[in-house]
């Protein structure tokens, strides 16, 4: 029985069919377009999920080796802030025994210069006590001198006066014997006496003007004298001049004396002429003791030259003491301003080579001692009486030279173990260099390579290397012949082996 409602199937045309075809067609590539375009938005959306999860990772990742790194660097910041807490302590250290030392040396100039001057002020001292003592004993001499010419003065000027008093009394003792005894031949007398006056009267004229002369020459000697050893005291003692002028004040008073007494002497003149012959041997005696003034004056001079003589000797020698003083004292100063520089120059330079120390020399910079305890203990107990005083006086001035010398050696040792590696890289390098220059031969072909030995160059299964003789058998007693070895080039095996 045929089912109701169901249209029978009508066939196709080949229009419809295509058109239906091209539908299907349609149909599937927008179904392609749509699962590409659903597949394409899945991959943008897994790419941007995957782009934001690596940034997550990335960022996770960055911030735990940040916090790596930070630990890392901050161990490294804790072990450079301890070698620099360390290098500044010892560079602290440094300087403070620089400033010691410098203080040292600078109290030791200010001792040597304050012994220098104390030295120069005693020598000083010396020579001006010389020169009180030298002066004193001109003015005691002065003074003596002037004492004896004064007491001489008045025993002379005390013996004329008594001798003269007693003159007066005689003759007025003769001359009242002579009134009482010839009273009565009185014109006769005073005639005989008036002739006689007159003849006395030039005759004492006479002889008061050679007196006169005389005396006045005397004096006038002694006065030259006088001023001639006054002028050499005032010239040897200027600081005496005012009690010179006292002593002048009083001279003038007894020459002014003198000349009263000269006047006293003129107006005497009439009852001298008895005692004529008195005088004359005064003046003889008086010409005596004028000699002997004489003759100490000249010793008084001697002496006077010879003082003079050792004070410009004794000035001389201060002079040349004071000059040789000024010229050590000159040439130390050259000699400390040197070692300053020098030393100012070291510090610069350790400054610039302490740029250049590594990190293990900055907090050790002094290697410990190569000898051993025993050797150690053999030196420190060694006698210094058996080296020279003067070897041991440099061995001591130099024993804070020690640290210096340690890091000299050091630098010492290792510029020569630098120097001899650097030779050994350089024999490395030559035999490299000539391996090289081997293979560069055996892999190229030129006149020069061609021209010399080249166990590569192989031509008719022949080398250019000169053959081996055979070796004949070895005997016994023979040597034996040296051995080869066979050499593989580092190209070859590194070729091989990568």
Same mark, same amino acid.
């Given at each position: ?229 006054? =002028?050499?005291?005032?010239? $040897?003692?200027?600081? +005496? &001049?005012?009690?010179? !002028?006292?002593? @002048? /004040?009083?001279?003038?008073? %007894? ?89 100012? =120059?070291?510090?610069?330079? $350790?400054?610039?080579? +302490? &740029?250049?120390?590594? !990190?293990?020399? @900055? /907090?050790?910079?002094?290697? %410990? ?130």
């Amino acid at each position: 029985m045929s089912k109701k409602g169901k249209k029978a199937k009508v066939p196709l045309s080949d229009e419809e069919q295509l058109l239906l075809f091209q539908q299907k067609l349609l149909a599937e590539e927008e179904m392609a377009k749509k699962k590409e375009r659903l597949l394409n938005q899945f991959l943008k959306d897994k790419l941007a999920k995957e782009e934001h999860n690596s940034a997550l990772n990335l960022n996770k990742i960055n911030t735990q080796w940040r916090t790596v790194l930070r630990e890392v660097k901050t161990k490294e910041l804790h072990k450079d802030i301890e070698i620099l807490s360390q290098t500044f302590e010892r560079v602290v250290d440094c300087k403070d025994s620089v400033i010691k030392s410098l203080a040292k040396d600078l109290s030791e100039a200010e001792e040597q210069h304050a012994h220098a001057l104390r030295s120069h002020l005693h020598s000083i001292d010396q020579l001006l006590a010389l020169q009180r003592c030298r002066l004193s004993l001109l003015e005691e001499n002065y003074n003596m001198e002037l004492e004896a010419l004064t007491k001489e003065f008045e025993t002379e000027r005390k013996t004329i006066i008594d001798q003269h008093e007693k003159e007066i009394h005689y003759l007025q003792d003769v001359f009242m014997a002579m009134e009482q005894n010839y009273i009565d031949s009185e014109y006769e007398s005073k005639l005989e006496f008036q002739s006689m006056w007159d003849d006395l009267k030039n005759k004492n004229l006479e002889e008061k003007h050679f007196l006169r002369l005389q005396l006045e020459n005397i004096v006038e000697d002694l006065w030259r004298r006088f001023q001639d050893a006054l =002028k050499n005291y005032t010239d $040897a003692t200027e600081d +005496r &001049k005012i009690a010179f !002028e006292t002593l @002048k /004040v009083k001279d003038e008073k %007894s020459s002014k004396e003198i000349e009263a007494q000269m006047k006293k002497i003129q107006k005497l003149q009439d009852s001298i002429i008895i005692l004529k012959g008195k005088i004359l041997v005064h003046s003889r005696e008086s010409e005596e003791q004028n000699q002997d003034i004489r003759e100490d004056k000249e010793l008084v001079l001697v002496q006077l030259r010879k003082l003079k003589a050792q004070r410009t000797q004794a000035r001389g020698i201060a002079q040349e003491n004071l000059v040789k003083l000024t010229l050590e004292s000159n040439a130390t100063l050259k000699a400390l301003r040197e070692i300053v520089n020098k030393g100012e =120059k070291i510090l610069k330079l $350790a400054e610039i080579c +302490r &740029k250049f120390e590594t !990190e293990e020399e @900055k /907090v050790l910079p002094f290697y %410990s001692s190569v000898l051993t305890p025993k050797e150690q203990e053999e030196i420190e107990t060694m006698d210094l009486e058996e080296f020279n005083e003067e070897l041991g006086k440099v061995i001591m001035d130099y024993k804070g030279m020690e640290n210096f010398w340690k890091r000299y050696n050091k630098v010492k040792l290792e510029q020569l173990s630098l120097r001899h590696r650097r030779a050994q890289l350089l024999e490395i390098n030559e035999k490299l260099r000539e391996m090289l220059r081997q293979y560069l031969d055996g892999i190229s072909v030129s006149d020069e390579v061609l021209s010399q030995l080249n166990p590569l160059f192989i031509v008719n299964h022949r080398s250019n290397l000169p053959q081996l003789l055979p070796t004949p058998t070895a005997q016994p007693g023979d040597k034996k012949p040296p051995a080869t070895y066979s050499i593989i080039e580092a190209a070859h095996v590194v070729s091989h082996t990568l």
